[in-house]
């Protein structure tokens, strides 16, 4: 089946506008997770989304970051006012977050951000 | 805070061992992951560990556990020029991710 797929693959914005990324989950996948990699640095966790419940917003870096899921589908990440520091591969995963179990996640191929 | 740490850069021959190393300082995940993540591409699950586990062995690869020194390791055998990628651990009990180790295979 398919797999995360994210959109735009890459993204070029002037410093101050605003800019939305979007993440489709493998369908059934309850969770969903949005990871940013700045260059030639590891992973760092930003949000993760667990069914109904609230979102782990404990990794968002500012509050011109936010994200929305819809149900256990589609998620979008928004960041208000870019700035040249938010330049980074931004990637999504979503996994079956069964507590206490195997639980791999499937990355999406991330989106490049550039701000200018 | 919750931690997870690794070598930033290997460099081995081709047809040698590699081994790439990874510490945490949070013990009470059920699953530890190697990731892989290769130039241009997403990442991908390589293998993992049950955290009640000392050894896994998966082919190429061999894992090891010292949940006393909370030390992870991967271990590929007869490294090839296709296994150079960056190599992420995870400590899946907090989603927290290494910085990720480049491995570079010289032919």
């Known amino acids: 089946g398919a797999g995360v797929s994210q959109s735009p693959s890459n993204k070029v914005t002037e410093k101050g506008k605003d800019v939305e990324l979007r993440c489709d989950p493998i369908s059934g996948h309850t969770a969903l997770y949005w990871y940013r990699q700045r260059l030639g640095q590891g992973l760092e966790f930003l949000i993760y989304f667990q069914g109904n419940s609230a979102p782990d917003k404990s990794g968002l870096p500012s509050d011109r970051f936010s994200a929305e899921r819809t149900g256990e589908s589609v998620s979008t990440l928004t960041i208000q006012r870019t700035q040249q520091e938010d330049s980074a591969v931004y990637l999504c995963?979503?996994?079956?977050?069964?507590?206490?179990?195997?639980?791999?996640?499937?990355f999406g191929p991330g989106t490049r951000l550039t701000v200018l | 805070g919750e931690d997870v740490e690794q070598s930033l850069f290997l460099s081995v021959r081709e047809g040698d061992s590699s081994v790439i190393n990874c510490t945490y300082t949070?013990?009470?995940?059920?699953?530890l992951y190697w990731y892989k993540q290769e130039p241009g591409a997403g990442l991908q699950l390589l293998t993992y560990i049950f955290s009640n586990m000392d050894m896994k062995q998966d082919q190429r690869l061999t894992v090891l556990l010292n949940k006393k020194d909370k030390h992870l390791s991967l271990r590929i055998a007869d490294t090839q020029t296709g296994d150079s990628a960056i190599y992420f651990c995870?400590?899946?009990?907090?989603?927290?991710f290494g910085q990720g180790t480049t491995l570079q295979v010289k032919p």
């Open positions: 949070d013990s009470s995940s059920t699953y």
């Open positions: 995963a979503s996994s079956q977050r069964l507590a206490g179990s195997y639980n791999e996640q499937f």
């Open positions: 995870e400590n899946t009990g907090k989603l927290i």
